[in-house]
């Protein structure tokens, strides 16, 4: 059974920053690639950054220069560093990880960024 606990979204004015963590537990050989995803109200779900195990980075093109992704191989860890964040980056946060041939998800984690 493998776990993904996701933490950290909230309500933030435009501007302002967040940090989302994402830690997998459970029975995990090794995670390829760690990711972000989100999902806004009436869209579909869109990538916004991963890191593979080697810690090479592809970001979407709205949040480059803003966000950062990063992880802790150790710990199983996957963290969303968000700055300058605007109204359109209002969604759900979801954290996904590929171990081996299998993809695990997060429950979601609410980002508001609202004045």
């Known amino acids: 059974q493998v776990q993904l606990v996701e933490s950290g979204g909230g309500l933030v004015q435009p501007g302002g920053s967040l940090r989302l963590s994402c830690a997998a537990s459970g029975s995990i050989f090794s995670i390829n690639v760690m990711a972000w995803y989100r999902q806004a109200p009436g869209k579909e779900r869109e990538l916004v950054a991963r890191?593979?195990?080697?810690?090479?980075?592809n970001y979407a093109d709205s949040v480059k220069g803003r966000f950062t992704i990063s992880r802790d191989n150790a710990k199983n860890t996957v963290y969303l560093q968000m700055n300058s964040l605007k109204p359109e980056d209002t969604a759900v946060y979801y954290c996904?990880?590929?171990?081996?041939?299998?993809?695990?998800w997060g429950q979601g984690t609410q980002v508001t960024v609202s004045s």
């Open positions: 996904g990880i590929l171990a081996g041939i299998y993809d695990y």
């Open positions: 890191i593979t195990s080697g810690g090479s980075t």
